[in-house]
């Protein structure tokens, strides 16, 4: 019977946390611990590697403690698929030098399911860090002739029924683009933890922290 059970849990557990297994060479594990639960996303650093060290460098920094998911973003005719939007807003105190677009044409990378994107405004080389999630694909995020798209760089791993109930969540507000797409009560990012090698804080200063 020891033996039998043995066997049985070396079976299962490749299955119970193969989902959250490194994926690879250049593949960086990184976990948002939010109040709808936890997502974990593994980072592409071989093929977007200026992304991926701006966004560890938020995660290394702690710039991503207590932000938010905030933008739902579903798409008109099917609500279940669309993408979520979180990060640091527009807190100022929090941003870094923002960072040039590496584009799926020049990555590989596409916005299928589960794709972290970076987002950014009207300079497509505006980035900080503000990202969005796929639920479902959204191939008008990727470039196409003279349109340069989004910066995918890395998938979820664990934690997609975290994001689509994110996606499922009520809506109002905002603009333009966002307009009706704001989350009336946003998911609390608490942190950022990185899962693989060492952390690398830029050594810059945390005005957000300054009176807290």
């Not at 290394?60 to 979180?86: C, I, M, W």
């Not at 003279?146 to 890395?154: D, I, L, S, V, Y």
Request: aromatic residues 6%; contains cysteine.
């Amino acid at each position: 019977m020891r033996i039998l059970v043995a066997l049985l849990a070396l079976f299962l557990t490749p299955l119970l946390i193969g989902a959250a297994a490194p994926q690879g060479p250049g593949t960086i594990r990184v976990r948002l611990v939010t109040s709808a639960g936890n997502i974990v996303v593994a980072l592409d650093a071989r093929r977007a590697p200026k992304t991926v060290a701006n966004f560890l460098a938020y995660v290394d920094d702690g710039r991503l403690e207590n932000t938010q998911f905030y933008r739902s973003a579903r798409r008109k005719g099917d609500p279940t698929h669309g993408f979520v939007q979180g990060g640091i807003g527009t807190d100022a105190r929090r941003m870094l030098p923002s960072v040039p677009l590496e584009s799926t044409a020049q990555t590989g990378l596409k916005h299928l399911d589960g794709t972290i994107s970076m987002a950014h405004g009207p300079n497509f080389d505006g980035a900080n860090c503000n990202f969005s999630i796929m639920v479902g694909p959204n191939p008008g995020l990727d470039a196409r002739g003279p349109f340069r798209g989004f910066a995918a760089f890395g998938k979820v791993i664990q934690g997609m029924d975290v994001v689509k109930r994110i996606l499922a969540m009520p809506t109002g507000g905002g603009r333009d683009a966002m307009k009706d797409q704001m989350i009336l009560k946003p998911v609390k990012i608490l942190r950022a933890e990185r899962l693989d090698g060492v952390a690398r804080p830029t050594g810059r200063v945390k005005p957000w922290l300054i009176g807290a």
